[in-house]
């Protein structure tokens, strides 16, 4: 084990000793380091709970295009059957109605309400199969979550203020001509087509006339202000809660709607992570619970409790995480903790090389010390990583 | 059509505001004219003063607003005008941003 740990420490040093090939920056909220955002909230519970990452998610902004999507699920089965195969869809519902009244300020303000404005619900299906006395049974499963984050007041992005510096030239020589037409011929303001066809005309042309960096400009800093605002600051604290059902099963070749679902409610889980979130120090706690009945004669469950914090600079960060974890499987029950030190250091924007040292969970083969040294992935969201199973 | 006309009946001596309000947590920025006169330019107008309505009778107030969609969940888009001398007068427009990601509205109030 000494070997081991002197290895990754090797590692870790000649880590530090790398070139500066990236430009130093500020560590942004939302790509800490990989393990801090895997302790996050599952983006969507659904397909946590079951296990899955679709490659095509639906993404429905309307009622009517939800309904178009799940008869468009149906429309792909051989055989009619009220639960899709391989169905996944998310839905922010509070944006399936418009909200004339909801300023970006009061949206960035936070509070209470943040939860419900961020409410997302998610669906899937998939197809399972488990042993048992009677041999593999097929059946689908379905997965329904819930997930809201609550968040204070944040931070005015600073690519508003870029947007404007392209924006408010296009605006301003807009009014000025209109104000002029309408001083040189009055009747035009009640002539709301000819104001139209002015304004139209107008504004088609200072956009032409925009400088091609000056568009970029504009392309660029939208995509960046939609993204710091995903991105939130501060408290913030995400929930979720997810649930999977079983409802058909196989009979011979052909799947069919069963009188009564065998598998039932067989899967629960439900997280909770308070955090506070800067561009230096970082914290997240924990909770999170899982419980399984897929196989009716071993129902296991999980809980942990605990949290991260990470203190970063410039491409460099350094963390700390202490999780308690209960767990059982039928009669059994195990206390079990992992106590982790890292060193991660960013190479590219979503690639951290992490030295990792400490005691692991799992502790079958001895002590359980963790001394590794990884390249990890970090797309800025928690990574589809399953829930932590009993014996996974 | 993301213009609007209208009247604004004023009272000689009660002061006339302005408000924008941009929706859908949508940001942008907006230009009031009165007649040829700017007024602001900016990205919040909240309680614009206009004069009291003595002076701003007969006037022309022109508001250009132009409106970026920086939201991921949708691409709704909208700017009430709002006009507050005891009575308020509300005008409001609503438009979805496509490709280009910005939406110009206009609107023009005329002070009776």
Excluded at chain 1, 139 to 160: D, H
Aim: proline share 6%; with cysteine.
């Amino acid at each position: 084990m000494r070997t081991l740990v002197t290895r990754a420490v090797a590692v870790g040093l000649s880590l530090l000793a790398l070139p500066t090939f990236v430009s130093a920056q500020v560590v942004d909220t939302t790509a800490i380091t990989p393990d801090f955002n895997r302790l996050k909230t599952p983006e969507s519970p659904a397909f946590h709970i079951l296990g899955i990452s679709p490659s095509a998610i639906s993404r429905p902004t309307s009622p009517r295009s939800f309904a178009f999507s799940f008869l468009d699920a149906l429309r792909g089965r051989e055989q009619f059957s009220l639960i899709p195969s391989n169905f996944a869809v998310e839905v922010n519902p509070y944006w399936w109605s418009s909200h004339p009244d909801l300023s970006f300020e009061e949206y960035q303000a936070g509070g209470i309400r943040s939860l419900y404005r961020t409410l997302t619900l998610s669906l899937a299906t998939t197809d399972s199969t488990v042993s048992g006395p009677d041999g593999d049974r097929s059946f689908r499963r379905l997965g329904v979550g819930v997930r809201g984050n609550l968040f204070g007041r944040q931070q005015e992005p600073a690519c508003l203020e870029e947007i404007g510096v392209v924006v408010q030239p296009l605006t301003d020589p807009l009014a000025r001509e209109v104000a002029t037409a309408i001083a040189q011929d009055p009747a035009l303001a009640t002539d709301s087509t000819g104001l139209e066809d002015l304004r139209k005309r107008t504004f088609e042309r200072l956009l032409i006339e925009l400088p091609s960096d000056q568009k970029r400009v504009l392309d660029q800093k939208r995509e960046q202000c939609t993204d710091e605002i995903a991105d939130r600051s501060g408290f913030v604290m995400s929930v979720a809660a997810a649930a999977g059902l079983g409802f058909l099963e196989s009979r011979g070749d052909t799947t069919v709607i069963v009188p009564t679902p065998t598998g039932d409610l067989n899967t629960l889980g439900f997280w909770a992570t308070p955090s506070y979130l800067s561009g230096r120090f970082s914290g997240i706690g924990v909770v999170r619970v899982l419980w399984e009945d897929i196989e009716a004669d071993t129902t296991e469950f999980a809980w942990d409790f605990g949290g991260r914090a990470v203190y970063s600079s410039g491409r460099y960060a350094a963390s700390a995480e202490a999780l308690y974890r209960r767990r059982g499987r039928g009669d059994e029950r195990m206390n079990e903790y992992r106590l982790a030190t890292a060193f991660d250091i960013r190479v590219t924007q979503d690639v951290w090389l992490t030295a990792t040292f400490g005691k692991d969970f799992e502790d079958d083969e001895g002590s359980g010390l963790i001394a590794l040294a990884s390249l990890q992935w970090n797309f800025g969201k928690p990574a589809p990583r399953p829930p932590p199973l009993p014996g996974a | 059509m993301p213009t609007q006309v209208a009247d604004h009946e004023v009272r000689d001596s009660v002061p006339v505001f302005l408000t924008i309000l941009i929706g859908e947590g949508q940001m942008g920025f907006s230009t009031v004219f009165l007649d040829q006169e700017k007024q602001a330019a900016r990205r919040e107008v909240r309680r614009l003063p206009l004069g009291d309505g003595a002076e701003a009778r007969g006037k022309v107030l022109v508001v250009s607003t132009t409106v970026v969609d920086i939201r991921g969940e949708h691409d709704r888009t909208s700017v009430t005008v709002q006009l507050s001398d005891g009575i308020e007068q509300e005008l409001r427009q609503s438009e979805d941003a496509h490709e280009s990601g910005v939406v110009n509205y206009l609107t023009v109030i005329r002070f009776v």
